[in-house]
């Protein structure tokens, strides 16, 4: 139900309604049966769902607010990925009996920052006490800023881009991050993106499903791919190199897109554009990703597992 | 993310996508960050988000298929409610490593008589295996057919009516339940509805969040509450009456609304339609719920709990 209706959870269901219970942007809010978002005009509605599950994208100990931030964050960065602004979010949460109410509550503190930042809305969701373990349903709706950005449009001979430094978000980023959602709006504005995809399980398995939804192939440089400091301090405890961490972990939660040449030399001098961009390879007809190495060889990228190959110190 | 992004599930989203792929209604369903649905012309787009949780709304021996679908039909209940048709569907789902990839195709293969019957897509969601509980989030996104029907909208006059009889539904309905899309459709399209809620918590609990939410009270005949078989059945073991149980089982997934006298008079004769209805009271001015009994006799009528003054036998 769009109204919290929770088992049991009567005074967080109140809580909730106090602290969030402003319907901004929609027509109707928590406390019917469903919310209601009144679209007047021709919109591309984005929708997507993500889960996060206790011992799979959190541990018990973990802080309630990072684990609401990060429940959030994720469904965010997938509306980033479309070019897209979210307009409202429902939350379902299974709620463990050797959880408290201020528990549930600070859940719900750690998405505030990112409902203020990017102006939307709580619409509503379902709470249940008595799980066996935590776990949080978030659906984020929103709307494409023009047209929306795909997988599959990325064409030979764009240039490849990524917004930030990859690897080692488990030291702390995967519960921090800033969902690209400013950056993607201001590349759907501004340039003829190609695939747009935001990098949740890596940069090798990200770039393999949007070569692959493209039906193209891609060659990244190995040199140009970069390295967050915490790939580089989780490299200097595993003896992997800071590379391997940049291609492998996932998490990150940058954008990875391409442009065309021409808009691939103008976004490298725009004034108007305040993000860093990184351009890490190029889009070939032949399939399949390849990575040139340091030492002047190509060689397969595949999309998971270790690439030991590169003797890459952290 | 839209596309069913698993780890470790990749012949369950294979088998999803060959399955439950079909975009019909969208411009881009499961296979991206996101799906889009293009709405073209003013709509009010009616949100609702729903989780059942294993030990709080079934039990680890039930069929899978059961489970699917009480997960759908409960969010369609809600869509229902609003008067509004589905769209498309999200699904969430944390998997505990007992359960086997058949497992989570029977519960898919349980939602699909709803999408068929319905006319809905699965736009896309998020497989998480490795959960300590089977946990399924659903989010329905539809749209009114004309305007929404809130629960706020009951005035003093108007008539209470039910979809069907009522109590009894752990013996079977609360996973066989029939979503009362098309009822709350024609509803809204043949009369000026006053207020409308889905009967999921007991029709007594349900009516004071009805006339609650529109500032006055009820007035219910005990003798026009519709019970159902099951009802009785459980009467007939608890020693509790079939009207106890109708009014405080739960999960019938009934609609529950109210109608101007003219539109009550109206409705009764209509032979356009096909569904039953039962005239179980009417809407006061005054404050607060209250159950007429056989004796002649008006007594208060709490939201929840027994109500052993009513010593009817099932």
New interface residues.
Partial sequence: ??AF?A?GEDALVEWLKQRFGSADGL??GI?????????????????????V?????FFPGDAPEAIGFKALARSLS??A??G?EPV?A?????IPRNRSLIDCQRLFIGMEPLLERFELTL????I??????L?I?T?V??R?VTR?L???DARPGHSLFVTGPLGGSSLGKHTTFEPRIREANHLARHYEVGAM??I??GLALDLHRLTE?SGVGATVLAEAVPRSDDAHRLAGRDGRSALEHALADGEDFELLFTLPAEEARRIECDPSRWYPIYRIGGIEAEAGCRILGENGRAESLPPSGWWHQFGEKG
């Fill in positions: 139900m769009s209706e088992h027509t109707l406390g019917d049966d469903a919310a209601i978002w009144s679209v007047r005009t021709p919109t591309e509605v984005v929708l997507t769902h993500d889960q599950t206790e011992s799979v994208h997938d509306i990925a479309m897209a409202t429902l939350v379902g949460l299974a619409a509503g969701g379902d249940n006490a008595g799980a066996n373990a776990v349903g659906t709706i929103g494409c929306p795909l997988r599959s995809i935001d949740s399980d939804a």
